[in-house]
């Protein structure tokens, strides 16, 4: 079985997924594992599918992990020096 449409926050620790053809392994709340063992920094909001049956977080723990709605550049303030 393969689920689209889930974002990164929402899987657990361990979960496997794919993400523009590769396919990962999550070992931390925003890090995750290629085919190569190479560690890649994924953000919340990151659609991806799962790899056979999706490992969730419980929807509580899920809910601490889940993204501002703000987008982050709305955090930003004026470039200095700029008028």
């Known amino acids: 079985m393969v689920c689209s449409g889930m974002r990164f926050y929402e899987l657990a620790i361990g979960a496997r997924f794919f993400f523009r053809g590769r396919r990962y392994e999550k070992l931390a709340m925003s890090v995750a594992n290629d085919e190569d063992r190479v ?8 659609e991806v599918t799962a790899d056979g049956e999706p ?3 419980p929807p509580d723990e899920a809910a601490r992990w889940k993204p501002d709605a703000r987008h982050w550049t709305e955090y930003l303030g004026p470039v200095p020096g700029l008028r």
């Open 39 to 46: 560690g890649h920094v994924f953000m919340g909001e990151t």
């Open 55 to 57: 490992l969730l977080l």
